[in-house]
């Protein structure tokens, strides 16, 4: 199973990614062995995925660092790099190749001050990997000083050092970045692409899978989890109902407060094992002595981790809400479909019932303004405004229709 067998759908993306990595080998392979360069080459030092959420963009990022990383003989042999089982693949994979640098928002923005190591290091050789690798999971939410940081070392970088930026669209990236990266855009998997993943990969029933599938509009990591994990199902099949709900003013603000609590505590329940896991780590990296007392003078450190794990907390409530959010527009998308007699298969088949009742009880027009509603409350959350408030509002306006 090579590197590539993790991008679902995404064959031309694939092809290209390939070559480039065959290039890349050559090109190292060549200063090694103090041979000549190859005149042509399909690789570069900065590369730009986007694509809509779920088509695997970071995946695909991941996929490419491990097959620059490959140390598997069969190259040699005329292999392609990105065996998937050599050290330098497994470890690129999973994230702990020491010249694999992987950086995301840990709140709503990358600060310049999370890329200063990242961008020194971007200067300096391979430890002892083939090349230096930045992967940028979140490139669109670079602030104005991250991405100057991140444009100087992409107009001067070093001689193997490859950037790796992920962004939704090609316009969430500064032009003076974007024209010095090229351009992979991923599509949006099909349902018989990813449900024959969840098949092959996961050893879900088929018939889950391209419910999972389905259900997710393609969206391959949400169509796993959605498949794998009974407490996704559950809280999917609750946002699916929040539509009967807000009848009247009661349960509209009922039912955004129970919204709003079940995101809190997906965040809370992710950060307590990450955050005492990290917390953890940076005590014994500072030498804390038994019984937890800290050494003079690392009382800063603590604190700047704790503000890192707060934006982090913030950032995966938002996350949670907007998935929620996500399928609740899917939902109202079928009421149309069904509104407007469209041959366009329904996303939400196991609430069939329910997307009929509401599309002989509204009209069509009512049903885009309450999608409109749910896209304004996501717009208002990325502004910072209170999730309760934002979402309160959303329900008020579900109801008037």
Known sequence: MTVWDDLVGQERVSEQLAAAARDADALVTAVASDTPRPEASKMTHAWLFTGPPGAGRTQAARSFAAA??????????????????????????????????????VGTQIL??????????????????????????????????????????????????????????????LPTIRSRCRHLNLSTPSVDAVADMLV????????????????????????????????????????????????????????AQELVDAATEDAKQLAEERDG???????????????????????????????????????????????????????????????????????????EDTLERLARSSTPESTLRRIEAISACREALDRNVAPLLAVEAMTMALRAG
């Open 200 to 255: 092959r990969r996961e050893g879900v029933e088929p018939a889950v899978a391209v419910a999972a599938a389905r259900a997710t509009q393609g969206h391959v990591d949400r169509a796993r989890r959605l498949a794998t994990d009974p407490a996704a199902r559950e809280r999917r099949a609750a946002v699916l109902k929040l539509p009967l709900r807000v009848g009247d003013v009661g349960g509209c603000l009922k039912a």
């Open 277 to 351: 896991k990290e917390t953890e780590e940076l005590k014994a990296a500072l030498g804390a002595v038994q019984g937890g007392r800290m050494p003079r003078g690392t009382a800063g450190v603590m604190k700047d981790l704790e503000d890192k794990q707060k934006r982090r907390r913030t950032r995966t409530q938002r996350d949670s809400l907007d998935l929620a959010l996500t399928d609740l527009t899917a939902f109202y998308r079928d009421v149309l479909a069904l509104q407007l007699g469209s041959r366009v298969a329904l996303a939400n088949t196991d609430a």
């Open 68 to 105: 620059l990383q490959c140390v598997s003989p069969d190259r040699a042999l005329g292999g392609i790099p990105g065996c998937g089982f050599c050290d330098g693949c497994h470890t690129a994979l999973i994230g702990t190749h020491a010249d694999v640098t992987t950086v995301a928002a």
């Open 112 to 173: 310049a001050e999370d890329m200063r190591d990242t961008v020194r290091k971007s200067f300096t050789s391979p430890a002892n990997g083939r090349w230096q690798v930045i992967l940028v999971e979140d490139a669109e939410r670079l602030n104005e000083k991250s991405a100057n940081a991140v444009l100087k070392a992409v107009e001067e970088p070093a001689p193997r050092t490859v950037w790796l930026l992920c962004a939704p669209s090609i316009e969430d990236v």
